[in-house]
Each structure stands twice: as C-alpha cells, then as structure tokens.
C-alpha cells in the first residue's frame, strides 16, 4: 500500500473542513427555513468518509446512506448541486427529488443512499459481483452505521458477499448510537467486541480502526479494496467514531452521558488531521476560504427553481 | 405445442443468449435446474457466472439483483413460491421502483422478479397465493402475469428487455399445460398490452393467470347455450390496459372479472373503478369472480370453494346477461 502523498493529506483536511462547514450550514438554512423534511447531520465522521473514499478509484461505486452529505462532498459532488438537493431544487444534484437523504451524483460513482436502513448492503454487494463478473479493477464501497448491522439485509448480503467473493468493501461508521440507542443495548457481541467481529461469523476479513483518523481509515479501506479486487473477499471495516449531533435535526442528543460529547471533541478528526500534517496554522485560512465557498454555493441553490410534477413523472420510468 | 413451465425456460435461454448481461439467481435454481424445472440446462449451458443458486435470502438477493442492474447488469431473480415475496419486500417495494426517482433519473433498475404463485396444489395457507396485485400501491414497478404459455414466454422476454423493474407472475397449476408458442426476439410482449385470447360479442370477461384458462373453458361451454363470449388476458396488471378492455365492453355492455384473489384492492376493482370512472356503457353491473374472503386451507373442498372454478365464472356471466 502506498502512502498518501502531501497533497493527497492537504485535500483530505480540505475536504473534512468543507464537510464541517457545509453540514453547520445545512443547520443554518434549515432553521432559515430552507429545508423541507428532517436533515440526518455527520459533523464528527468526517474522517471515516474522506479517508475511505481517498482510498478509491475513480470507476468504483460508493453507497452511502440517509446521513451521506460527507460521502457526497468527499466524492466531489458540486456544493451548489448539493445544496439544492436538500432544499428539493430542480437545479439539486437528483432534481429534487432525493432530499438530504439521497444526495447522489451517478457520474461521480455515487449508486444510491437509502433511507431504509442497511437496504444498500446487498446493493452493494450486486455492484461488487458486476465488477468481479467482469473482472474489472474495481470495487463498489459501502458505508452504512452501527445500526444497520443487525437488520436482515446486513447478514444475509455479508453472507453472499463472501460466498460469491462480491469486490465490495463495507464501512461501519460506528457513531456509537442506533438513531437514540446506544448500539451495545441493541447489539449482541460478546463482551467489549467490536461489531466487525461479526465478519468472523461469516468467515469474512474485518478490520477496526480509529474513525477519528483520516489516515488509518483510509490504510484499512485501500488494504481491503486491495483483497477485493484480488479475489480474496470483502472485508468489514469498523470506523469508530462519533457524531457530534443527534440522529435527526429534532433530536438534541439528551440520552447521552454528560461529557461524552466534549471527551469525543478532544480527539476531533480535523484537528488530528491538521496535527498530523503539520498544518494546524492553516486550518483558520481554508476555513474562512471554504466558508465564502459554502455561503456562496448555498446562496445560488436558494435561488434554484423548484421541479414540476412533470418533472418528477419523467423521473420514474426509464424508457 | 410446449408447456407453459418450458415456454418459461425457452424465454430465459433466449433472453440469455441474445443479452450477455442478462443473468440468473434463485433458489435450487442452478445445479438442480429449479424447484418447477424452469431453468433446467441453463446453468450447463451458460455457467456459474450467469446462473446462481443463491441462499434462502429473498430480500438479500433481490437487493444484490438491484446493484447489479444498476451497474449494467439485467439480473432475473426467480422467486420460488409468490408467498415468499413479503421476505424480499423491501427489496421489492421500496428499493427497487425508488431509486430511480431519487437520483432525478440518473440511475436505472432493469430488475426481472418473477415468481410461481397460485392455488391447487393443496399447498395451504402460506404456498398458495397468486399474489398479483400486492405490488399495484408500488409505483415505479411494472407486473406481468402469464395466462397462457405464449404469455409466458413473451411477458418474461419483455420484462427482461424492460429497462425497468418489473415482476412477472406464474401459476404453478399452468405449468404442465400446454400451447402454442412462437419464439424469437421479435416475440417479445408489447408492455401494458391485454392480449384478447378468445373474440366474442356478448360479454367481455377480464381473467389473470389460471383463471384465463378457466374463462375459456366457460366460455365453450356458454357457447352451447348461445353466450357468445370474449376473454381477455389482462397480462399486464400495471400497466393496466384500460383500453383494449373499455373498448371490448364498448361492444358488449357486459363485464365478468375472473381473479384468483380478493377483490378488494387488486386489479379487478381497480379496472372496474377506472371503467366506470370513465363512463364505459354497461347494461348490467359488473360482476367480479373473486376468492372468498377466507384463507386457503390445503383441505381439497375448502381449497377447492376459494379458487374460482369455471362453473363459478360460467354462472358469473349467465348473471350479467340476464
């Protein structure tokens, strides 16, 4: 495996920055009134998202989730197109028809975000068969959280994913909470096991690493997009971390343990990036070079026309 | 004249061997040629890579179906019985006709579901449902259901040609019968097109799967007494050929509904509805042939008194002609 480059380490921190700044602002618009429906916030996963994803190639396939803004902006979707999905524009990144919930750019990659829970597991794992049935040097990566590992999809995809050697890499993004459950009330492991312990059950690699760090994230994923592609199976990777929010916009977060959130800040991804790489001095410049970006992109979406029913019909049906 | 179960398997080897993409996955599917012997030699013919047997895990791999179709693939997935199509519905129901949408039409999900469905078999309760109009509320899916073995062959052709979901219904009490069927890529079904399967004047009788054979039989039999009567092969049950059916009733003024499922909520009351939301001229009210509203029983006579009979449709249409 190839150690990132300098520049490769600049643009992660960037684009961990960006998703910071773009997720406080979908915050903002949507208590402007901007946003219809409930918005699912990730600040605090950044690192999971832009490590794994610094790790794929352009051809591969991402699958993400209802909390999917970081897959999207790591991917490099436009910020405008990003915004007025949200706000449900005709000129979003889906038309406006996905919402905050399904925020895909097809040329980018991105197959789909469901909101149903682990529903893109087995998704993915066809995307991986496509790959391996082709052989080509290509993988599909699927992000999903800590909940969604005990849904039926989660097991019975895990299970033919390896059976059939699917070229899918799967990423937990243990955010320690299943929407307002901590995820070991709702989990069964054996005593202070990691999820990804479950991957053993199927006779399947996993790994766990430190969400927080953009770095080992993004070794874990390049090493198992290594063995997928190789023919060895896909792995399950576990990214600890944390999400600073709660589940929905609605939620403040009040079950969790006083001090909980404050001990997770100390080890905040962007700060441990930007220590990492010397960089700590910059962080403040592309903040404020990024925030103009986000403010503008978000600006020019709120002036973006709203689809038709027309438009939505013709969404349906392919020809 | 081939049966209606090979008419199924010649329409999968063709579909398969005029497309590379197209694929196969299911249960008992490859090595052991299918629990209804629908994919017998498929597996021989084109390998592991294009016919899987899959675990018991429908959502799963209707799940798997739909990222590979995504990704350039056109996967058939064969549904064992109907009955194990609540396992996969949110495959089925909320992934597949959605995703679509979401993306604005950037992606698409030419995903085959079909499935062996219906009564007689003395199966019971939870091995007998045609299960046809449990995915209507679904929109973004399109449904078939096969009333004859040349339906069998070109539904399943078209839906593989589709470049959208579509589910395809069969009756497993058709799969020994036979018919005549004409293959070939150029005998793919239209989409949304009823089929007439038997021209007559005096009353328009609507049937499904099964229940199309046993309209023809009542219908010989009314042609002794004098009732001259027209059966239509719905075949497509979204989208519904409102059409063909308000213009055979234009001619008629009599319509008989022959489902092998409740009434309620399924594509009978949803054409009776449109036909007469339309104004269609009706002499007298429609009558729909339907299932009781019990549950099947694997007891001969209470199976027997749930699935319409061709007694049961022939007396239907006395009714609407007296």
């Known amino acids: ?319 | 004249m081939i049966t209606y179960r090979e008419a199924i398997r010649l329409a999968l080897d063709d579909a398969m061997a005029a497309d590379e993409t197209v694929l196969l996955l299911g249960e008992d599917i490859a090595k052991a040629g299918g629990p209804f012997k629908t994919t017998v030699g498929l597996y021989e013919k084109y390998g592991a890579e294009r016919v899987f047997d899959t675990p018991i895990a429908e959502n799963g791999f209707c799940g798997i179906a739909l990222g590979m179709a995504l990704t350039g693939l056109r996967p058939v997935v064969e549904i064992m019985f109907s009955d194990f199509l609540p396992t996969a519905f949110d495959a089925i129901a909320m992934e597949l006709p959605r995703w679509r949408f979401m993306s604005g039409g950037q992606t698409s999900a030419p995903v085959t579901v079909r499935a062996s469905g219906g009564g007689g078999g003395r199966f019971g309760a939870q091995t007998s449902s045609t299960g046809e109009s449990w995915f209507l509320q679904f929109y973004g899916l399109m449904v078939a259901a096969a009333g004859s073995p040349q339906g069998a062959y070109g539904l399943l052709r078209a839906a593989i040609a589709h470049n959208n979901p579509v589910v395809v219904f069969d009756h497993k009490a058709m799969h020994l019968r036979k018919g005549p069927v004409v293959r070939g890529d150029d005998r793919l079904a239209e989409v949304g097109k009823a089929v007439v399967a038997r021209p007559g004047a005096d009353v328009t009788v609507v049937a499904s799967l099964l229940m199309v054979h046993r309209s023809l039989e009542a219908a010989e039999a009314l042609a002794d007494e004098g009732i001259d009567v027209e059966v239509i092969d719905i075949s497509w049950l979204r989208p519904l050929d409102v059409d063909t059916v308000a213009a055979s009733v234009a001619r008629t003024g009599r319509l008989v509904i022959a489902e092998e499922q409740y009434h309620d909520g399924g594509w009978g009351s949803a054409l009776i509805s449109r036909l007469a939301t339309a104004g269609a001229p009706l002499a007298a009210p429609p009558v729909a042939v339907s299932m009781p509203e019990v549950l099947i029983s694997h007891s001969p006579p209470l199976e027997d008194a749930m699935i319409p009979s061709t007694e049961r449709i022939a007396d239907a249409v006395r009714s609407v002609c007296r």
């Open chain 1, 1 to 319: 495996m190839t150690a990132p480059t300098p520049e490769a380490l600049r643009s992660w921190l960037e684009q961990m920055i960006l998703v910071r700044l773009a997720e406080d602002k979908v915050m903002e618009i949507y208590m402007q009134g901007l946003v219809p429906g409930t918005v699912h916030l990730c600040q605090g996963q950044e690192a999971a998202s832009v490590g794994a994803i610094g790790a794929l190639g352009a051809d591969d396939w991402v699958l993400c989730t209802y909390r999917g803004h970081h897959h999207a902006l790591a991917r490099g979707m436009d910020l405008e197109a990003f915004f007025a999905e949200i706000m449900g524009r005709d000129s979003g990144a889906c038309g406006g028809m996905g919402g905050s919930s399904y925020v895909v750019d097809a040329s980018l990659g991105m197959i789909g975000s469901p909101a149903i829970i682990g529903a893109g597991i087995p998704v993915a794992t066809g995307a991986g068969m496509t790959a391996r049935l082709r052989g080509e040097d290509r993988i599909a990566m699927c992000f999903f959280g800590d909940g969604a590992c005990n849904i039926g999809a989660f097991h019975e995809a895990l299970n033919m994913a390896q059976l059939w050697r699917s070229q899918v890499v799967f990423c937990i993004e243990n955010n320690q909470y299943g929407e307002y459950t901590p995820f070991r009330d709702s989990t069964a492991l054996p005593p202070g096991a990691p999820i990804a312990h479950r991957a053993t059950a199927y006779g399947m690699a996993h790994a766990v690493v430190d969400g927080q760090d953009a770095v080992a994230v993004h070794e874990s994923v390049a090493q198992a997009r290594a063995r997928a592609v190789a023919g060895d199976g896909p792995t399950l990777i576990e990214a600890q971390t944390y999400r600073y929010r709660g589940h929905s916009r609605t939620d403040p977060g009040a079950y969790r343990p006083a001090g909980e959130l404050d001990a997770w800040k100390e080890r905040d991804p962007i700060g441990i990036l930007a220590e990492r790489i010397g960089a700590t001095g910059a962080v403040d410049e592309i903040r404020e070079r990024l925030q103009r970006e986000v403010d503008e992109a978000a600006d020019r979406a709120a002036e973006g026309p709203w689809p038709t029913l027309e438009q939505a019909r013709g969404y349906v049906f392919a020809d």
